[in-house]
């Protein structure tokens, strides 16, 4: 999709026919993505990129060996969040062992009220308000920055079991669709919620449209639910992270490369399946970086990657040294009340971030009683003074609904003010 010199809105179909053989195994899958990654870094080389966007996870961390093999270059890391969280902990400790310096940019949840305001002048609805964060990062003005947005949906294949139906390896529409749904409301209480006449006829003629399309892929059935929720869910939540750095900076996405799309669809699903070339990749290429514990994000811990070349007694005082840090974080979050984990911070619907949005939307849901059923909205987002129960496991499925929710009542206050009643 571009735009021509007129400045139209063009788009084409592209088929993706890999130019080489598909991988076999475990040894040609890494291989093969360590060539293409390689390329692809060292192509970099001549834009003079030298930031990094670090997280405590594995896709930065792959792009941190390659970044860090660059002799000469003074390299820098930069991550969201304080210096006590526990992935800028896990990001410093890269830094460190590829000889980049590190800078943390935290985020104030009392500045959520101004995110939000961004978020409508520049995205409209489009994501839901997903999140805010990164507003933080695009207030200054910041070089080029390699970011890993995108390794685990394209590479890492993480949301392409999404679509398996629980007793069989079948993929299909209705488990793609339902899982991708579990960031939102039901079909049912979409129908309950927006006033319309047409409603109905909307959701199910969406619903017909997507699974015929679904299904219209001329691919194996879990590349469907692949190409399913890189085009209906990640292009949108995971997108706009991207789009919201390039308003201060310039978001470079080594992943997001078409021979590594082309390399992803011939891999055997065996292969990609659980992350496990990423992992392959990482402790193969960079034993060094494999060693250093991984953040955890939906739980106060960190964890390693586990490699068959490691004596066993190291891997057990690894993992000692790993469980006591998890006790010790989950003692202290108690203690102190300070959410240790960036990640949970951020998607914290009762943070005191969100509980603002949470009564600002509650205050103007009758305005919007034209569009909305009022009494539904008051009922699905609770007063700042009540708690939303959700585990920390589905802490950001269990509650996008209620921050697509908010985000859409304020977006219509904000655009309808100063219009006469449309009752």
């Not at 130019?19 to 692809?40: I, Q």
């Not at 980049?100 to 104030?108: I, K, R, S, T």
């Not at 997507?210 to 990640?234: F, I, T």
């Not at 300070?338 to 009758?366: M, T």
């Amino acid at each position: 999709m571009w735009l021509d010199r007129a400045g139209r809105l063009r788009s084409e179909q592209v088929s993706l026919t890999p130019e080489g053989p598909a991988p076999r195994n475990l040894d040609e899958a890494v291989e093969a993505y360590d060539s293409v990654l390689s390329s692809k870094m060292d192509d970099l080389a001549d834009h003079n990129v030298t930031s990094l966007l670090l997280s405590g996870g594995l896709d930065s961390r792959i792009l941190a060996g390659y970044f860090g093999r660059r002799s000469g270059d003074e390299i820098s890391a930069v991550s969201l969040g304080g210096g006590r969280d526990l992935e800028t902990r896990a990001a410093a400790r890269v830094a460190s062992a590829i000889g980049a310096g590190h800078e943390c940019v935290p985020f104030d949840q009392k500045e959520y009220p101004a995110y939000a305001q961004k978020a409508f002048e520049f995205e409209a609805i489009t994501n839901g308000l997903f999140s805010l964060n990164e507003w933080a990062f695009a207030e200054t003005p910041r070089r080029p920055v390699l970011t890993g947005y995108y390794g685990d949906l394209i590479m890492g294949m993480n949301h392409a079991q999404w679509g398996q139906e629980a007793t069989t390896d079948l993929h299909t529409f209705h488990a793609i669709c339902s899982k991708s749904n579990s960031y939102g409301f039901t079909p049912g209480v979409v129908r309950e919620l927006v006033r319309g006449k047409d409603i109905d006829d909307t959701i199910f003629c969406l619903l017909r449209e997507m699974n015929n399309e679904y299904y219209g892929y001329s691919e194996q059935s879990w590349q469907r639910s692949w190409w399913y929720d890189l085009r209906y869910r990640s292009r949108f939540l995971i997108g706009r992270a991207p789009k919201i750095i390039a308003y201060n900076s310039w978001p470079v996405l080594p992943y997001v490369d078409r021979k590594l799309i082309e390399l992803a669809m011939t891999t055997p699903y065996s292969l990609l399946k659980d992350r496990r070339i990423q992992k392959e990749v990482l402790i193969r290429r960079f034993p060094e970086l494999a060693r250093l514990p991984l953040a955890g994000n939906v739980a106060r811990i960190f964890y390693r990657i586990a490699s068959t070349q490691q004596p066993f007694g190291v891997s057990m005082t690894q993992r000692l040294q790993d469980s006591i840090s998890w006790h010790w974080r989950n003692a202290a979050a108690k203690i102190t009340h300070a959410e240790p984990c960036y990640y949970l911070r951020v998607f914290d619907i009762n943070g005191v971030g969100w509980r603002s949005l949470r009564d600002k939307a509650r205050g103007i849901a009758p305005q919007t009683d034209a569009w909305l059923n009022t009494e539904l909205v008051l009922r699905l987002i609770p007063p700042s003074s009540r708690p939303v129960q959700a585990s920390s496991k589905e802490l950001v499925s269990s509650t996008q609904g209620l921050r697509t929710l908010i985000g859409l009542i304020l977006l219509i206050d904000q655009r309808t003010a100063g219009l006469p009643d449309s009752r």
